[in-house]
């Protein structure tokens, strides 16, 4: 059974609702606040070809920006803690270029 064209775009509509907390049109008003750029490294083209995700910090739920795939990892992975990413931040800025 093929899908029309409306219904189609509203089940994938709700799939990136459910998917990122918000709709395609909140995702669109947040990339145009940051300049179709991402937060943190300002890039503009994610570098694995994915949209930005939207991050959020996990405890509240509240939207934070929308992130390259490499920045939404780094922090993920330095658990969104930010004495930790600090802590990250002052190691590299020590040893940038000492080898």
């Not at 995700?53 to 920006?65: L, N």
């Amino acid at each position: 059974m093929k899908i029309c064209s409306i219904c189609n775009k509203k089940r994938r509509s709700d799939k990136f609702r459910k998917w990122s907390r918000i709709t395609i049109e909140e995702y669109n008003i947040l990339l145009k606040k940051q300049k179709g750029k991402c937060a943190i490294c300002k890039i503009d083209k994610d570098p694995i070809g994915r949209k930005f995700a939207v991050d959020h910090q996990h405890k509240s739920g509240k939207i934070r920006g929308l992130l390259c795939s490499n920045c939404n990892r780094g922090i993920g992975l330095l658990q969104d803690d930010p004495k930790i990413i600090l802590q990250a931040f002052k190691y590299v800025e020590k040893n940038y270029g000492k080898f």
